[in-house]
């Protein structure tokens, strides 16, 4: 069976400071997939990011940065200078190939000014 | 541009009242689409694989007769929650799976049902 767990049930941020986002999960698939989602208050679920099980590249994308380790089975999450616009709730899924998504229980991000 | 539909986005309607949810798949042929739900500060939980031209398959706990799902086409699938009560009160939305796509499934903007 798959899961996904973020323990970080909300955190709450001044503005500028950093925050990491924290996922771990589970899969016996040794092909999967690894996903972030934002979701603000309006609902709708906003793709960041997805990693493959073969892929342990870190990667960075302007303020956003991911740190896949297979080791620990964990796939966090940093925002650099969080923003007040960074606040939502943000999911970590996983799947293996065209299977539904199991989404962790999302951690809130509230930053504020 | 979307690429899947998802209508309506919000329904207020009263208790013993069916509603009907469409998702639309803009640019891909979807022989499967999937519905979640999500209560309140709650995480998404899927409800059923929607599955073109059979029956849907349910997850463990959902009632069939409850959330009526009927997949057509290849571009559309539809949730009917029938005779809802306050406690189907929730989040839904669904997803259409892409192959080849570095973001696998496209999520309609969801549908938020209160049932008073």
């Known amino acids: 069976a798959q899961k996904v767990t973020q323990a970080q049930t909300e955190i709450s941020v001044v503005e500028k400071e950093d925050v990491t986002l924290d996922c771990v999960y589970e899969?016996?698939?040794?092909?999967?997939?690894l996903f972030w989602y934002k979701q603000p208050p309006s609902g709708e679920l906003v793709f960041l990011i997805r990693?493959?099980?073969?892929?342990?590249q870190n990667e960075i994308s302007g303020r956003y940065s991911w740190n896949f380790q297979k080791s620990t089975s964990s796939f966090n999450f940093t925002i650099t200078a969080s923003q007040v616009v960074d606040s939502a709730v943000y999911f970590c899924a996983l799947n293996h190939r065209n299977t539904p998504l199991v989404f962790g229980k999302g951690t809130r991000l509230s930053v504020i000014a | 541009g979307a690429v899947v539909s998802q209508h309506p986005s919000r329904v207020i309607c009263k208790s013993g009242t069916s509603v009907k949810i469409e998702c639309r798949s803009l640019d891909f042929q979807a022989t499967t689409m999937f519905w979640y739900r999500q209560f309140p500060k709650k995480s998404l939980m899927l409800m059923a694989t929607s599955n073109e031209g059979s029956k849907a398959t349910y997850e463990q706990g959902v009632e069939k007769d409850k959330f009526l799902i009927n997949h057509a086409s290849l571009t559309l699938s539809t949730l009917t929650v029938t005779s809802a009560h306050p406690e189907d009160s929730s989040f839904y939305i669904c997803?259409?799976?892409?192959?080849?796509?570095?973001?696998?499934?496209?999520f309609g903007d969801g549908t938020r049902l209160s049932i008073l």
């Open positions: 899969t016996r698939d040794t092909t999967y997939y």
């Open positions: 997803s259409v799976p892409v192959v080849g796509s570095n973001q696998p499934q496209h």
């Open positions: 990693r493959n099980s073969f892929d342990e």
